[in-house]
């Protein structure tokens, strides 16, 4: 039976641990700045975009766009309205409830 080197797996498993972080870190810290970059070079051009949608393009969520927030609000008085309104009414695929 051979013996098996254990200080080039331990030496492989560092290097991948540091390729990780450095690559995760890097991509979470440099993506913003590229991306508000483009942005800048964008503005040269006449083309002006929001904060909100760099927002969206660097986490897909897309909370804070204002037809997002007026649904949210929609759901939240729908939620609020359920518990004693009984009948409700049908508009826009949402529903309301009547007070």
Do not use: C
Not at 15 to 36: D, E, K, M
Not at 41 to 68: D, N
Request: aromatic share 16%; hydrophobic share 45%.
């Amino acid at each position: 039976m051979r013996n098996y080197d254990w200080s080039r797996t331990a030496s492989s498993l560092a290097w991948f641990t540091f390729h990780q972080l450095v690559a995760s870190y890097g991509v979470r810290f440099a993506a913003p700045f590229i991306l508000a970059s483009a942005f800048d070079f964008l503005q040269l051009f006449g083309k002006q975009l929001s904060v909100h949608f760099m927002f969206f393009m660097l986490t897909g969520v897309a909370l804070l766009w204002p037809q997002h927030q007026q649904a949210k609000r929609a759901q939240e008085k729908l939620t609020r309205n359920q518990a004693g309104t009984g009948e409700r009414r049908q508009r826009g695929g949402v529903k309301f409830g009547l007070s």
